[in-house]
Structure formats: structure tokens, C-alpha cells
């Protein structure tokens, strides 16, 4: 079994856990016929005593065999199906096989703590890509110990300093949106914002503070909004606008789901898009265009995101490793009828 340099053996972390070497040896491989206190005991030690596998380089596999992961939150957006476009082409090129594995529903919140890895593992995965929005810190921690290599996919926080990691300008996303409304002579923009933890939701509400500075144009008291990234959550922040003394003449919407509850809100109450006020998202995503009117938004590289981390993956599978842990891609500003020059 494999030992790191100028580190604990095998040996060493069984006599220190007070098991067998054959036991560490089921623990770091993922095998599940190890009692699962034992097994959080070994952990635990393993941690503690830095051991790690010696992470070995693509050459010295048959590459025809290797499997890499990709872990989402469901498979039922089309934000994951663009994602999971990219990264399957780029698996392709690479002659590798794509895993796809779903965290549907609360099955995410309820598994075991490390129960999805164990199963990840005992497949024998090269790599893994994850796009969910947390990934805990013994997770990661789990990754290392196993000489695994992985990269993620937007972060709902800003990941350790090792880890290798793709997202999209996310801040200047937000300033070409709002920038755009104050160049058809919006003053009264609003915004709403994601959730207000997540790291991409703050970036793209300080492109709005920034642009709305940039323009000497006052921020109006109650026009920031937070939602949940989902449609229901953001038609009631926009209710919530409408019904302010001086409503916004424009809005920026954080995500294109929610923009699309922002549309179908402001419809509801009559109003004309965008004849009365105007709407940006942020995704570009099919249902933009397919919405009356077709929404102005901001085109984050979905498919290339997925690429971009699968060809990162195989540069550390390879033994390289990039200059940069992370990769932001270039948003662009995408025009249609849901925006209009301001009354």
C-alpha cells in the first residue's frame, strides 16, 4: 500500500488507530465491510496524522478504463443539462467515461457523511467534478486522503486555497446588466438578488452597487431584494417593488429563473414589459428565450464551464497543475426585448 513521502505509513496509522493494517487498507479504499464507528476512528486518525495515498499520474493507468464523476444537484434543470453538455464533449475528447450521479431531492441533505464518496470510490473513479453548492470541508478533506483529484464547479463559497475550481465573471456580469438599463435612462433600477450566502448572488449584487456608484445614481430605499434562485420567490420580491411608493422603472434579476417570476408577477398586475418597467436576467438559459417577451440577459458559459473542469481534471490527473486554482469564464451581455428605453 501506498505511503507519502516523509510521512506516516500504513503501519503507523493502524498501531496509532489500534487496528490492523488490512482495516486502514478497507477504510482509505472505500470498502464497506468496516463497522462505520471503525471507520470514523480511522478517519479520524488518518486526518490527524496527514497521511495521504501517492496520487497516481494518468500515464500510469489504462486510460481506456478510467471513469471520472460528475456530481449535480438534479438532473431536471436546464442549467445542469448545459453543464453536463460541456463536460460531456470534453470527457470525449479526453477517452474518458462520464459517471453522472444526482443528489435528488433530500437524499443531498440526509446522506451519510461521507457515504457518497465511499460509494464514488469503491467504483474506482480517476476524478471527480462536483456542482454542488456545498461541499463540506471533511469532504474535500476525504478527496486528499484518498488521492483523489477533483474540481468544482460554482461554489456557493469560496473554496479552501487548494482547490482547483470554475465559475463565470459573475461581478462584472452584474455591471454589464445594470449598465445597460442606465444607458437606455433607467434610474430607478431595483435588483434581485440569489441567496444571500452564495458567493455568485453577492458578486453579481456588487456589479449592481458598482454600476449604480459608477453612475453617481442613488440607490433606492427597499430596491434590494433577495430570493431563492427559483421562480416563486422571486415573484414575491417583485411584488413587493411594485408596491413601494416609487416603484423601479427597471430590474435586475439575478438568475433567469427568477426573472422569469419577476415577468410573470409584473404581468399579472397588467403592466407592460417593457413598456412600463424592464427586466434582465442572468444565465441565459433556453427559457429565456422562449418567455413573452424574450428576456434581456446576462450569458454565463454553462457548456464551457463543464469542459473547462474536465480538461482542468485531466491536467492534475496528469501530474500537471495549473498556475491558477481558479478559472472565471467571460459572461456577455445578451439583448432582447424584455428591456427598453426608460419613460
Known amino acids: 500500500m501506498e505511503q507519502k513521502a516523509n510521512g506516516p505509513t500504513l503501519a503507523q496509522v493502524a498501531f496509532e488507530a489500534g487496528v490492523s493494517v488490512p482495516t486502514v487498507s478497507k477504510v482509505l479504499n472505500g470498502r464497506e465491510d468496516v463497522a462505520a464507528q471503525t471507520r470514523q476512528h480511522v478517519d479520524r486518525v488518518l486526518q490527524r496524522m496527514g497521511y495521504r495515498h501517492r496520487r497516481p499520474t494518468l500515464s500510469s493507468k489504462k486510460r481506456q478504463s478510467l471513469t471520472v464523476d460528475l456530481v449535480v444537484h438534479s438532473l431536471e434543470s436546464t442549467w445542469t443539462s448545459a453543464v453536463l453538455a460541456g463536460a460531456e464533449a470534453a470527457a470525449q475528447e479526453a477517452d474518458l467515461h ?13 446522506r451519510t457523511a461521507r457515504g457518497w464518496l465511499d460509494r464514488i470510490a469503491l467504483r474506482g473513479t480517476a476524478g471527480v467534478i462536483t456542482n454542488l453548492a456545498h461541499v463540506s470541508g471533511s469532504e474535500l478533506a476525504w478527496f486528499e486522503q484518498h488521492a483523489i483529484p477533483y474540481v468544482m464547479i460554482d461554489p456557493s463559497t469560496v473554496p479552501p486555497p487548494e ?3 470554475v465559475t463565470a465573471t459573475n461581478w462584472e456580469g452584474g455591471r454589464d446588466a445594470v449598465q445597460h438599463l442606465l444607458d437606455l435612462g433607467h434610474r430607478r433600477i431595483a435588483v434581485i438578488a440569489g441567496r444571500q450566502h452564495r458567493h455568485c ?7 449592481y452597487r458598482s454600476a449604480m456608484r459608477a453612475a453617481h445614481v442613488r440607490i433606492g430605499s ?13 415573484a414575491a420580491r417583485m411584488d413587493e417593488l411594485l408596491d413601494l411608493p416609487k416603484p423601479p422603472t427597471a430590474v435586475f434579476v439575478c438568475s433567469d429563473m427568477m426573472a422569469l417570476g419577476a415577468l410573470r408577477t409584473i404581468q399579472a398586475r397588467g403592466l407592460d414589459v417593457p413598456g412600463v418597467i424592464s427586466v434582465v436576467g442572468f444565465d441565459d438559459l433556453p ?5 413573452s417577451p424574450q428576456l434581456t440577459t446576462v450569458r454565463q458559459p454553462l457548456a464551457e464551464m463543464g469542459a473547462t473542469a474536465v480538461r482542468t481534471l485531466v491536467r492534475i490527473m496528469n501530474g500537471d497543475r495549473p498556475d491558477s486554482r481558479r478559472t472565471e ?12 428605453a426608460g419613460r
Open 98 to 110: 462520464l459517471n453522472v450521479n444526482a443528489m435528488l431531492g433530500r437524499a443531498r441533505h440526509t
Open 163 to 165: 482547490t482547483y475550481w
Open 201 to 207: 448572488s453577492q458578486l453579481r449584487l456588487e456589479g
Open 222 to 234: 427597499g430596491f434590494i431584494k433577495y430570493g431563492g434562485f427559483d421562480l416563486d420567490s422571486a
Open 287 to 291: 427559457e429565456s428565450r422562449w418567455s
Open 329 to 340: 469564464l467571460s459572461t456577455r451581455l445578451i439583448l432582447r426585448s424584455s428591456t427598453a
